[in-house]
């Protein structure tokens, strides 16, 4: 991704490619939340949950996604008579 980052930037010119002050809290704000909560969050759930329940949920989460994808796929294809 950093490779192709020079290339579409000569095409796609960004006028500030550097993250204002907004942004950088927002980027905090998610770096923080995504990896300190959610670390915490699954270190306390390991207090409860046995290693293997999680390890199984989190080898099943591709079937998970997969059934999920079908049932809005189809559901789509249903309300949507000029789905093509």
């Known amino acids: 991704m950093g490779i192709i980052l020079p290339i579409y930037l000569h095409y796609v010119p960004a006028t ?3 993250p204002n ?3 950088f809290c927002y980027l905090v704000l998610l770096a ?3 990896t300190v909560v959610l670390y915490v969050l ?3 759930s390991l207090k409860r949950i046995s290693a293997f329940t999680i390890n199984l949920s989190f080898n099943l989460e591709p079937l998970y996604a997969i059934i ?3 049932y809005f796929s189809i559901r789509e294809n249903k309300l949507a ?3 093509k």
């Open 42 to 44: 699954f270190a306390e």
């Open 81 to 83: 008579s000029d789905f």
């Open 68 to 70: 999920l994808a079908s």
């Open 16 to 18: 500030n490619v550097i």
């Open 21 to 23: 002050r907004g942004d």
């Open 32 to 34: 923080s939340f995504c």
